[in-house]
Structures are given as C-alpha cells and as structure tokens.
C-alpha cells in the first residue's frame, strides 16, 4: 500500500476544498445495600413532588429545554453505523504515535447508554440528601454526557445544587461498580485528605425505589479545568502542573498489599474474595481502616460478554504475578466459551480468523508471563491507587487562586503495580514523542516566515510539548517513585501485553498483542536480569503473515489521521447529531476516493472490505 505525507496525500486524493469539513468532533444477580444517606440507611423517597423543569447542557454552553425522555438517552453523540446490529466493526490503527479505536454500531452503542430511572424518586431522595430546608426541586440540568455515566445538576427551592450521578449499563459490573468508587473516595477524602467531592447519598442496588444506581454528591466548586486551560498563560499552567505532580506524590507514598478495588466490607460480604482488612504502607486510621477491604476489579472487560456469568478470577491478587497470569487465563476460558470463527480482511481474504489461533497467542502470552514484571525495584512494582482517567474536565479549580478545588471521576480506580498505572496525564501529555530532556522547546528559525494559521499550529504545538516536559521534570523533582517507573526506557516491552490480553477477541486486540509479543522476542536482550533465552518464539512465515497485515492497517491509518487532522472524519466514529448527515456524505466521497488508489481489482476488493467506516456486515 502506498504511503504518502499528509499533503501529498490531500492533493493526491484530490481533496482540496472539495469537501466540506464537519464542524467539530470533540473527544469511557448481587443483592446490593440499600440507599444510604450520609452514612445511614434510608428506605427510599414516599413524597410526591411536582417535576422540576428540565433542561440539558450542550458541549458549547448552551443550555435548552428538553422532555424527560431525553433525560434516559444518550444524546451527545452519534455513531456511523453497521446495517447489521448484531456485529460490531472495531478497529485500532496505528499512526505515529497514537492509537485509534473505531467501533461503528449505533444501536449497540445508544442502547449501552440508555438508563430509565425514576425521576421523582430520584429528586426526593436528594431533597431528603439536602436538608436545610429544602422541599422541591425546581431545575434539572442534563450536564454534557461522558461515555458511561449521566449527571445531572439539581438545583433546590433552599438555593442548593448537587450533582446525581447515574452509571450506564457500559459502566462497568452492577454493584461492584458503584460500591467501590464510594468506597474510594471516603478513603481518598478522609484518609488521604485528597480534594475529593462530598458524597451526601448512594445506592448501588438497581431496584432500589429509582430504579437505577447512583451517587449523590456535593457541586464542586470552581470551573473544570477545560474551560480555562487554553486561554490561560504558560506560568498558570505550570502552576497547575506542580500541584497534579503533589497529588500524585500523595497517591504514591501509600502502598497496598493486594491488587484490587476498594469497598466498604459489607458490600463484599456475599462474596467469596474479600481481604480482612485494608493494609497500607503506612497505616492509616483504625477505625476505617476495619471498615474497607479489597474486593475484585470493576474493569468491564473482566465482566462485560457474558464474563459476569463465568468464574473467573477478578482478584484480589498477592502478587503481581497472578495478577498478570489470571489475565491471561480468564480470557483463555472466555475464548474457549464464546468466541467463533471471524473475518479479519486485513490479515486473509478468504479465510476467517480462528479462536484457535488466539489461543495458541494467549499460550505464548503464559509462557512468557513470569517475565513480565520488571526487575526487582521495588518502587515500580508498589501497588498504589491511581486515578484511572485524568484530562481536563476531571480536575475543578479556582480562577481567581488557580488552586486545585477537587478532582473528580475515580470511577474503576483499582490498586494495581505502579509501573501498569505510570505514565504522563492525557492533560499534559504531548501528541508527539518528546526527547528525554529538560530543554525549554523553541520556535523553528523559519516562523516568521510562517503564515498565521501555521503559527498558531507551531505556538500550539509548543505549549503543549512544554506542559509535557514540564510534568516530568517536577515529577522528577518531587515524586520519586513515579520518576522510577516513567525513567525505565524498556518498561512499554513488557507492560503491552497485560494492557492488551483483557478482551482481546472482542475488542479485536489480537493483532496488537501478537506485535506486542513479537517485539518482546525481537528485543529480549534489553530486559534485565534475562540471561536464559526467550522463552517464545515466531517462525518467518508468521512474522510475513502480521507484517502484511500491518501494511494493510497502517496504510488505513495513514488516510484516517489525516482525515482526522483535517477535521473531515471523526477518528472514534463519533459526531454531534447536527454533523451527522454531513459526515455520512463525506464518509461515502472518501470511501470512492480510497477505492480508487487500488492498483488491481484485487486491492480494490481488499479496499472495499477494510474501509472502516462501513454500512454493512464485516
């Protein structure tokens, strides 16, 4: 497949002012406890209250009345679609330096986000929450939807407002999901003294009398962060910086026993994997400390695809080691369970892609697990909590004192190794590789003679890679253990396949982990400590057959990135309902342009197939 730079490429493909971009595609059968109210048990709402007036935000600001019914759908997004609702199209492609997962079913996807619930007895509950006199609510605000929770913004008569918040189906586990952000967040607020939001009243048993889960939660105080971050100057910037570092250095000075979630002990006590008590290096309160335990992981791939049915191991785990092992051995028994024969376009054209052939993968993933933790330093491997998902709307501060007023969004937030969790925060993180020093990036010598818009891309591209540096310099400066895992320069080798063996069929990872393992094989002389020889291997015939795959997936990859830079298709799939039709004629235009840079009636069979956005089955 041929490759072109991003230029030659528009010109090539004759898409010069030819088609019109799209406006903007702005990128997550256990009898549960009853709702509890500050700490109480409460038996549900018995009030009748007339229905406040409802509203939702939009991602611009604006605000617009809406019915009830769109208070239950997911309607931030739409998603090009497969005709056949039963199969979802997912694929990950690989440019430079990021990963683009595309998945196109948009009736699986809306109904993975729909949620009914009770409102009336959703607002008496957080009347009741509220106090203070407090006896109606009088506005709802649907808050701009993430991918797998609604808030909402309920202001009282008495001038309060909280925040409910209601996990979707695609959250993560019932229950579990819920019981454990709660649980986390009073050891983050009451143990750690992290700026964490006040939880008023929760309820992780769906039949509870609003039919649903949810947290109901203080309104942190201050603007999210997202709302500042571009207009702000270097200096603020920084500033914030400092204080993220601070907060993980927080995070990271405590350690665990065991890899797992935290919970409260009586939402564990029908299950079989609970530890007695919460240990941490160093200790902490007695009295909460008897209070929580380690229970499973609430990642979905653990329980999503019939896994919720299955005996699995979701831990908790003593050892990294099983950790890593029973990762691979829970998806050996879903494969073996679940999985059947499979088209992949990019690897055969007419044969399917075989569950054995993963299992034979995940064999060698096994025989070469007791090399994938690192060498023995304790730092790296210490079993901290982290925050699962830090951007810019996860963090609320003060515009007037530029200080960190709460970090919100620990959904899923699990005790695991360091060096599994480490990395640069997507907030500061640079969209390119950065050089491994503490240089101050400068302006290429020809900017001046740059036209504004390239500069604008250049004073972008700047600021960023600063933030980027920045970040690892005062984490350098400040955390030391963190500094550990950022500073092992072959960590990535090993650390791939673990990320990558949860949900690796359906997901469609299976070509990722086999290039994870093929690099672990190319590269087993810069492992530490490995003086026996690898313990996997790969013939050339197999090496051929992922190679031509990687053409094929990297030449795609090639077209969507610069699609993307272009703002033409949306790289997730995902597009403001106002910009779908719009997309769909532009998705229909390139697809007749990419067909046509086939060589041979063959290639453009090969095209037709592993064109992503696609309108029939795969």
Request: hydrophobic fraction near 35%; aromatic fraction near 10%.
């Amino acid at each position: 497949m041929r490759r072109f730079s991003n230029r030659n490429l528009l010109w090539t493909l004759g898409l010069n002012n030819r088609i019109q971009p799209i406006s903007s595609f702005d990128s997550r059968g256990f009898k549960a406890s009853a709702a509890r109210l500050n700490g109480r048990r409460i038996n549900g709402a018995t009030s009748s209250i007339k229905t406040a007036n409802l509203y939702i935000e939009k991602a611009d600001g604006s605000v617009h009345e809406i019915e009830e019914e769109d208070l239950f759908r997911y309607t931030r997004y739409r998603w090009m679609y497969v005709k056949n609702i039963n199969s979802t199209f997912s694929l990950r492609v690989i440019s430079l330096t990021t990963v683009f997962e595309i998945r196109f079913n948009e009736s699986r996807e809306l109904t993975a986000r729909y949620l009914k619930f009770n409102l009336e007895n959703l607002l008496d509950v957080a009347i009741k929450a509220v106090g203070n006199g407090a006896t109606s609510c009088v506005k709802v605000l649907k808050c701009v939807e993430g991918l797998h929770n609604k808030a909402f913004l309920l202001s009282m008569n008495n001038g309060t407002d909280i925040i409910a918040k209601l996990p979707n189906p695609n959250a993560g586990p019932a229950h579990y999901t819920t019981a454990s952000e709660v649980a986390t967040r009073k050891y983050l607020r009451e143990c750690l003294k992290l700026p964490v939001s006040h939880i008023y009243a929760w309820s992780s048993d769906r039949t509870n009398p609003v039919g649903a889960e949810y947290i109901l939660e203080e309104k942190a105080p201050g603007r999210p962060l997202g709302e500042l971050w571009r207009s702000w100057p270097r200096k603020w910037k920084l500033d914030i910086i400092t204080q993220v570092v601070e907060l993980e250095k927080t995070l990271a000075s405590i350690t665990f026993q065991q890899i797992g979630c935290i919970y409260f002990k009586d939402d564990l006590r029908n299950t079989a994997t609970l530890s007695e008590t919460l240990e941490t290096d160093p200790s902490f309160s007695q009295s909460l400390r008897y209070e929580l335990a380690l229970g499973p992981l609430t990642t979905a791939e653990l329980w999503k695809d019939g896994r919720s049915n299955m005996t699995i191991d979701r831990g908790p785990w003593d050892s990294n080691l099983e950790y890593i092992r029973a990762m691979g051995t829970n998806e050996i028994r879903w494969i073996e369970a679940h999985a059947t024969p499979r088209m992949n376009y990019h690897r055969f054209m007419d044969e399917k892609e075989t569950p054995d052939e993963v299992l034979a993968l995940l064999k060698r993933y096994m025989d070469v697990s007791n090399y994938l933790v690192p060498p023995i330093i304790k730092d790296i491997q210490s079993k901290v909590l982290w925050h699962p998902d830090l951007h810019l709307d996860n963090i609320f501060v003060d515009p007037c004192s530029r200080k960190i007023t709460r970090i919100v969004d620990w959904q899923s937030a699990a005790i695991a190794p360091l060096y599994l969790q480490c990395g640069v925060p997507k907030l500061f993180r640079h969209h390119e590789p950065v050089a491994d020093d503490w240089a101050v990036p400068e302006k290429p010598k020809e900017y001046d003679r740059l036209s504004e818009e390239e500069k604008s891309k250049v004073d972008y591209d700047l600021e960023s890679e600063t933030c980027h540096r920045y970040y690892k310099y005062q984490t350098y400066k400040r955390n030391p253990r963190h500094w550990a895992a950022l500073n092992q320069g072959h960590l990535s080798l090993l650390t791939k396949p673990v990320w990558l063996v949860s949900g690796v069929w359906q997901n469609r990872d299976v070509f990722f982990l086999r290039q994870s393992l093929i690099e672990l094989f190319q590269n087993w002389g810069e492992i530490e400590s490995t003086s026996c020889p690898c313990p996997i291997t790969f013939t050339q015939e197999e090496l051929k057959i992922h190679a031509d795959e990687e053409e094929n997936m990297s030449g795609v990859g090639q077209l969507l990135k610069t699609f993307r830079d272009e703002g033409l298709l949306p790289e997730d799939g995902m597009v403001d309902p106002e910009d779908y039709d719009q997309a769909r004629k532009n998705c229909q235009k390139y697809k007749e342009i990419f067909l046509g840079l086939a060589e041979s009636e063959k290639q453009k069979r090969l095209f037709s197939k592993i064109w992503p956005y696609q309108d029939s089955e795969l």
